[in-house]
């Protein structure tokens, strides 16, 4: 079938019911397949429909290049998984950076956004279909995704150095 659409509001959110029954409401609309993601089964409505899947937890890294669009609370490693995958974002802050993330990853042409108080089923469909419709936000992704592809030796040696720092502080020289 189509790829899924994917909704977390942050795996430290445990006030997210909310948003899952708006996207509940938005992804049967929209005829799509949907990933709920929240370690808060609580959160999410009792019963599902077949074409919507609740997972405590899943590799965003693994999920996001399989999705359509991730909708999400705005946090910064949650955002790069998105920009690293090439996938549309909406993002519905609920505090801190959250609100100058969206604004950010607006103004890079890569998604939409909407507060949390003002997330409803109607309104998210029509973001959620403004989303999947853009041709010019697919592209836009595509190349976010390619800038950060081509920092990633970069990214890599770092990783690798703060690693080797890392093995040597906790076993010493016999790390060497």
């Known amino acids: 079938g189509d790829?899924?659409?994917?909704?977390?509001?942050?795996?430290a959110n445990a006030h997210g019911a909310r948003l899952f029954a708006a996207a509940l409401r938005a992804v049967r609309r929209l005829g799509r397949r949907a990933v709920f993601l929240t370690p808060h089964?609580?959160?999410?409505?009792?019963?599902l429909p077949p074409q919507v899947h609740w997972q405590p937890y899943v590799p965003l890294g693994a999920l996001l290049p399989h999705a359509a669009l991730l909708l999400h609370h705005g946090g910064i490693g949650t955002l790069a998984q998105a920009l690293r995958a090439?996938?549309?974002?909406m993002v519905v802050p609920y505090g801190w950076d959250q609100f100058d993330n969206a604004c950010?990853?607006?103004a890079m042409g890569v998604a939409r956004s909407c507060p949390a108080y003002r997330l409803y089923a109607r309104p998210l469909q029509r973001h959620l279909h403004a989303l999947l419709n853009d041709a010019g936000l697919h592209r836009r992704c595509?190349?976010?995704?390619?800038?950060?592809?081509?920092?990633?030796?970069?990214?890599?040696?770092?990783w690798d150095a703060i690693c080797h720092r890392i093995d040597?502080?906790?076993f010493g020289e016999a790390a060497r």
């Open 3 to 11: 790829a899924p659409l994917v909704f977390t509001p942050g795996s």
């Open 168 to 170: 040597h502080q906790a």
């Open 86 to 89: 090439g996938v549309p974002q």
């Open 142 to 158: 595509a190349e976010a995704a390619a800038r950060m592809a081509a920092d990633a030796p970069a990214q890599a040696a770092a």
């Open 41 to 47: 089964r609580d959160q999410v409505p009792a019963v």
């Open 104 to 106: 950010r990853l607006r």
